[in-house]
């Protein structure tokens, strides 16, 4: 688990590059590939239990679909959103990523911002 206790669930690699690209705190970054078994989603929810989780998805049909699912098995968890206009995280600008998950008390790469 990380060391700061925080935890950022995205749904592909491309995802978590342009995420990593950008923080400046160590964290980790779990990659659902764009689907999550309902197996896999309580070993989720038993192993993030006492983490701060933040969801960053697509704004598309299967990331709403995604993070609906993740919405109830994760209640606790801060969704991040990007603007609708740029549809996916990794199509997103680094500042644009960078601004939204400052908001959310992640530090990030000044120079993104």
Request: proline share 4%; with cysteine.
């Amino acid at each position: 688990m990380p060391i700061n206790g925080k935890v950022i669930i995205v749904e592909g690699k491309s995802d978590k590059l342009k995420v990593k690209h950008v923080i400046e705190e160590p964290l980790d970054i779990i990659c659902t590939n764009g689907t999550i078994s309902l197996s896999k989603l309580d070993e989720f929810a038993e192993t993030l239990y006492d983490q701060d989780v933040y969801i960053l998805v697509d704004a598309d049909d299967s990331g709403e679909k995604l993070r609906r699912q993740l919405k109830r098995e994760l209640p606790e968890a801060s969704h991040l959103y990007i603007d609708k206009v740029y549809k996916e995280v990794a199509a997103a600008p680094y500042h644009h990523v960078a601004e939204i998950l400052f908001r959310a008390d992640i530090r990030v790469n000044a120079k993104f911002l």
